[in-house]
DNA sequence: TGACCTTTGTTCATATATCGCACATATTGT
DNA sequence: ACAATATGTGCGATATATGAACAAAGGTCA
């Protein structure tokens, strides 16, 4: 590509807006120019582009994002046939189990979640499909990295920030290499409290039609009602049957 | 806002996003140049940076979204409040009442969902956070349209692709405007099958502290188990403690 | 098959718009 | 009231959009 066919007002543009976060939802225009390393005029020129168009609030001070800003996620939600596709599954899933299940894939050392049907909430997070968690501690992570060839797998783990989010963690990239060959082994991956205390899961791969990986769908339930020595007894099969069902609906 | 403060290479990146949709999820150049009234060169820059940036891929023909484009509408479902705040109360009603509960907020003609607990599937149409209805015949759109003042929910119905859904869609603006204001009076919103055949929903306003409208919720059930006369009758009541509880966690 | 037409993608020169700096002004906190 | 921090603005240097021209691919029909 050559250097004239990027616009880089747009990737600009696009790095402001993920300068909103969890923990920032009101920025200042002196704020954003800090997290995006842009300078202050063309942050400020970002912002106002923003407001203009309806996607930010803007009250003098502060900007806020608008519920509008959800159709550039959405144009990907409902442009790709993946979520739709899985979704009813999923449905019917959590509630066989009476449990959450959910489906995500990789984006670099994370994984987003693209579908979700939750049963009632274990977590003190909110996942939501655009949700990201890191890979290298979540079984839909595990499951997706054991997926891909060990080279590739080991430089997202060193990409990762590998911090312990529970004394249960596992945080050494050896360790972590050495449970992806077992978790593509036996085809899925089991999380205990990795992540959040209380809080187990279970994962499995899903193939398209030409068996490449093209995702991953889990089960989470809490610690205390499930063992994790219980989940694979309980989960597998279901999950397993969901995966068989898909197969042949995915390419 | 002077002329300088807009950066219309960002405009016209975000309006190549939104190009992708439900029916178009693989575009080539012409079609985005198409689809957004840009020069082809221009879309193809914008395509070319999206790529780039990993918001894309390309394989020589045509675009896709990848998952890292939810990056964006991500930025504002975990920047904002109110989604967070939210979705326990929506979890704890769906368990309650047997059915899906959701919360969205207005987006011009448009409801756009920030929260949902789905119980079963009621609905052909695949709803999750950053989902679309036209607000004229969604019960929640009812809500939210009655909040506002005559003249300018009036706008918004004029502004609406005021299309029959099925045989029993309200289209008449003045019929429309009248059924506002008995929900505004009432303090609810039931749609007995207009936006789909089978399917109910009752939805009432969500009030911030200071008593202004901030968002509203719903429950959809289906026509078949649950009828339309039957659903104030079992929801409102639910519907109503939650928005009483909300009251004075929002702002 | 091959000539013609249509559609699509790419390149280029140049007019135009944006960037980032430096300075001016406003706001905040002490 | 002052310092510190944040925001607004003018301008030269630089980057981008435009639209036409070209190239390439695909389709149609005799």
Known sequence: MRETDFVSGFA????????????????????????????????????LTLAELGYADYDGKFFVLTPKILRLGHAYLSAT????IVQPFLD???????????????????????ARASQKRVMSINLMPGSRLPAYCASMGRVLLAAMPDGESLALLKQSNLKPFTPRTLTDPVRLMEELVRVRQQGFAVIDQELELGLCSIAVP???DRGRVVAAINIGAPAASVPAAEMAERYLEPLKGVARLLKSLLR
């Open 12 to 47: 600009r543009g696009l790095k402001v807006i993920e300068a909103f976060g969890e923990t920032t939802p009101r920025l200042a225009i002196a704020d954003v120019a800090k997290a995006t390393g842009l300078d202050r005029a063309t942050a400020r020129r970002c912002l």
């Open 81 to 84: 046939p993946l979520p739709h």
């Open 92 to 114: 019917k899933l959590a509630e066989e189990v009476h449990q959450s299940a959910s489906a995500s894939v990789l984006d670099g050392t994370e994984v987003v979640y693209i």
């Open 206 to 208: 899903l193939e398209n």
